[in-house]
């Protein structure tokens, strides 16, 4: 079982900056994050596959948000940049067993509890 736990969520400014960390028990293959706001659905954020070579993100993130990870792949990282107040939500970290970077989280075997971030206006 991988238990995943993500820390650095907090409140900032828009156009501020905020890292966001998820540190997984065993090296997994696929890590990726997640995010959902109040009121809305999950929605893919990024996601790293396993040598850390390839990676995805949503069109609403792309250029400001940057995703790696460590050369144990134990810890994954999201840099964000440049936040918007729609930005705010909980952002899960995920992690699958599986070499394919999906942007369903039906494909993702292990979640985290979530961080908090909010962004004001």
């Known amino acids: 079982q991988v238990q995943l736990v993500e820390s650095g969520g907090g409140l900032v400014q828009a156009g501020g900056s905020l890292r966001i960390s998820c540190a997984a028990s065993i090296r997994t293959v696929t890590m990726g994050w997640f995010r959902q706001a109040p009121g809305k659905e999950r929605e893919f954020v990024a996601a790293?596959?396993?040598?850390?070579?390839?990676?995805a993100y949503a069109n609403s993130v792309k250029g400001r948000f940057t995703i790696s990870r460590d050369n144990a792949k134990i810890t994954m990282i999201l840099q964000m940049n440049s936040l918007k107040p729609e930005d705010t939500a909980v952002y899960y970290c995920?992690?699958?067993?599986?070499?394919?970077?999906?942007?369903?989280?039906?494909?993702?075997?292990?979640w985290g509890q979530g961080t908090q971030v909010t962004v004001s206006s």
């Open positions: 995920a992690a699958s067993t599986v070499d394919r970077l999906s942007q369903s989280d039906r494909y993702y075997d292990y």
């Open positions: 790293i596959s396993w040598s850390g070579d390839n990676t």
